[in-house]
């Protein structure tokens, strides 16, 4: 009886060619409803079709297979039902559409169709390599022109001269890295809480390509001061206003845990106007990246971010700058860090763009 039973099994392998179909679905969709309704009545008559099934409103991961069968398909879909069956692929459901899937599931029993899974493996392959190859590049320049944005360095300025006054350079330096310390954390914490806000919201191609709008127009502004520094009245600065609270704050400086805390009270005046590229960064990382593999390139971003800070305070601390020094390069070099960041966001907001 158990050689019959293998026998038939075995027959019925050979007979029923397995036709492999994958459905992007929403809960709530009627017309994701109205398919699964229908494929449960069809399918225990077909046993060769095998139903693999993604919910992608409230499943992020799910979202990103659906982005990489579409890009295998060469097509951008956003609609659900979505049913990726041989090398075709239904959107929505009607009875004409029924009808086309039930021919192909009856074309694939006569002939050799391909796996849908097998498709993705062999064409995202090279894309999900050059989109990774670029990831740590757009990291590493996005930070670059997060650490040379004057409004960190007036920051820089200010700390520089609180240190300075400081008459034991080693507890100065320990207040420079402790400072220092504390913007990486608290930057870091607001890049883990803002990526996780926009990888649960319903990230489309199209807000993807205004992430990368939106980087150019950093560029442009950047730009702007560039050739016409205060043009239209406004820079990409701390405001002038700004200056002496955050002065204030920072001269209450007293001990290495006063600074790390006053790094803390400082990162809400730096926020405002270096937010720009980190948003980008982080809407880049939440349209291509789970959270672990985006925390070590927030870490990595963060670390890049600071390093001017870290290399004043070494600065002061070995005695080969002063804040006078400091503050006649930044007014002589203001321009120029204007130019590199425009060009730099520029480069970033075509790049995403282009693999969005």
């Known amino acids: 009886m158990k050689k019959i039973l293998f026998l038939l099994i075995l027959f019925s392998s050979v007979l029923f060619a397995q036709t492999n179909m994958v459905i992007f679905y929403g809960q709530g969709c009627p017309h994701c409803a109205a398919l699964e309704s229908w494929l449960n009545e069809y399918q225990p008559q077909h046993p ?3 139903i693999t099934n993604y919910e992608i409103y409230h499943n992020q991961q799910n979202r990103e297979l659906m982005k990489k069968f579409t890009s295998s398909y060469n097509t951008k879909i956003e609609g659900v039902p979505t049913v990726f069956i041989n090398d075709k692929i239904f959107v929505g459901y009607s009875s004409e ?27 995202n392959s090279s894309i999900v390599s050059s989109i990774s190859s670029l990831t740590i590049p757009l990291v590493i320049s996005a930070a670059i022109v997060d650490a040379i944005n004057p409004c960190a360095f007036a920051v820089l300025i200010i700390l520089l001269s609180t240190i300075c006054s400081a008459s034991n350079r080693k507890k100065a330096l320990y207040s420079g890295l402790a400072f220092a310390s504390a913007v990486y954390i608290s930057y870091f914490l607001m890049g883990l ?9 319903s990230f ?3 807000i993807y390509k205004l992430i990368g709008g939106f980087a150019i127009l950093i560029g442009l502004v950047n730009l702007k001061d560039y050739f016409a520094y205060g043009a239209g009245g406004f820079v990409i600065e701390v405001p002038r206003s700004w200056r002496p609270a955050m002065k204030k704050v920072i001269n209450n400086v007293t001990s290495i845990k006063g600074s790390f805390l006053i790094g803390f009270i400082i990162s809400l ?21 789970t ?32 804040a006078e020094q400091a503050e006649k390069i930044r007014k002589s070099r203001i321009k120029l860090l204007h130019l590199i960041a425009g060009i730099i966001m520029m480069l970033i907001g075509i790049i995403v763009i282009i693999t969005g």
């Open 291 to 322: 959270m672990a593999k985006a925390i070590p390139l927030l870490l990595l971003y963060n670390l890049i971010f600071i390093l001017p800070m870290i290399l004043i305070s070494l600065l002061v601390y070995f005695g080969l700058s002063t």
């Open 97 to 123: 559409i029924q009808q086309q899937l039930i021919d192909e599931i009856n074309y694939c029993q006569s002939n050799q169709c391909i796996n849908p899974f097998d498709k993705i493996k062999q064409d």
């Open 48 to 50: 060769e079709l095998n």
């Open 204 to 206: 489309t191609h199209l």
């Open 269 to 289: 005046f730096l926020l405002p106007c270096t937010s720009g590229p980190y948003i980008v960064i982080l809407g880049m990382l939440a349209n291509q990246s």
């Open 193 to 201: 809480g803002l990526f996780k806000v926009i990888q649960i919201s």
